[in-house]
């Protein structure tokens, strides 16, 4: 059995308790999200319209079309690749290999709904699956933790994540113990972060576009904008998937509970609520007021992809032509932190892209309700977490060095403010 080893890694998210109650929280606000937005009022903070009964969110069929989907997913991952990455060094000095077609599998995936549609499937019937289906995703998603949590008790200590060893069960499910948990050479993590729900997403909005279509004769002008913006979001992260190698998620966090239901579930049944609100409740959008809207999208992704490919470009090759003016800080460990281009903005330019690309996302949706801004402020929460935790990771790491990068570039995510 493995040992806990990572047990004096302080505990995040508020401990066992914190733990226990983000199982609870994180479903009971995906289904909340979903009520809500179908109800008239479509208020954020408003109770929901009714509780459904388990004969509304199980259905066998659903979890049969859920399954079928990950299969489809699964099956697309093990197609041949266009290239295999090699991840960050581990523990135990090696690298594992990572196929490199999530961008193939977006395109594939395309394709067969295309004909799939031209067949005759009813995707416009989708909005009203929502509810079972996202059952039958976090049902799966405790099952397949489980899986995960007994997994690593046989895993090597070596296999074994910073955190989510602490010895206590719930917490420990709740973080993931191992880092890269894998079937031969089938990378549970790696598979679950970019294909079912980023895919899924853009799928379950265009089955949104879809039915406004069929509802109201042509989709909006603010539903083909979400559409578009989360289109080129996903379609950007299946294009750089190798990047996601050296994110936080891949290199330090466990692979359990949180991660597991924030890819399958959270991400496509929640970061859909914008499509998912303007078919229930269409807003008007002139040209001019889109057109700024798609501006402010812009300047998000280009910070945001601009900021991502310079430290990616300089973390492989740090004399490339395209980072090597870039000013530079030592570190003990023999990499460098960039001080200048983006990294010398504030400490994660590529979070403040994301952000400004998050505004862009609920914009389309008007200003008379909180509910399509859910995204932005849960999104500016989750970053402003995830920045103090990168933080102490890099002090760890790079000490001094990251004192002096921090006094050089004081700000965090915005340039003066924070
Ligand atoms: N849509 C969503 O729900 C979410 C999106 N994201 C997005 O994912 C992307 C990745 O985010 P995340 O994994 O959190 O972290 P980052 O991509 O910001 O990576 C942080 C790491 O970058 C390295 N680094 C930090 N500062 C410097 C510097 N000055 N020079 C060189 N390297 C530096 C450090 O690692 P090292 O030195 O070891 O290389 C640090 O640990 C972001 O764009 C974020 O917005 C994230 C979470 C959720
Ligand atoms: C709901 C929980 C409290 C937290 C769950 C968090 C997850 C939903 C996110 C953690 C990091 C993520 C990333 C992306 C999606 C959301 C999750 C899984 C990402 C794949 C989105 C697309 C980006 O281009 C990216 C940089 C590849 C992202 C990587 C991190």
Redesign the pocket.
Known sequence: MASPQGSRAPLEFGGPLGAAA?MLL?PATMFHLLLVVRSGPARLLGPPPYLPGLQVLWSPRMLLLWLTWLGLQAALYLLPARKVAEGQELKDKSRLLYPINGFQALMLTALLVGLAVLAGLPLGALPEMLLPLAFAATFTTFIFSLFLYLKALVAPASALAPGGNSGNPIYDFFLGRELNPRVWSFDFKYFC??RP??IGWVLINLAMLMQEAELRGSPSLAMWLVNGFQLL??G??LW??E??LT???ITHDGFGF??A???LA??PFT?SLQAQFLLHHPQPLGLPVASVICLINAVGYYI?RGA?SQKNTFRKNPSDPRVADLETIPTATGRQLLVSGWWGMVRHP?YLG?LIMALAWSLPCGVSHLLPYFYLL?FTA?LVH?EARDEQQCLQKYGLAWHEYCRRVPYRILPYIY
């Open positions: 983000l994180l972060e970019l729900g980023l979001y996903v950007d992260a750089h998937e990047a996601v994110t936080m998620d949180m991660l239901f924030g890819d959270w991400v970061y945001f991502n590529n994301d849960y989750l995830r």
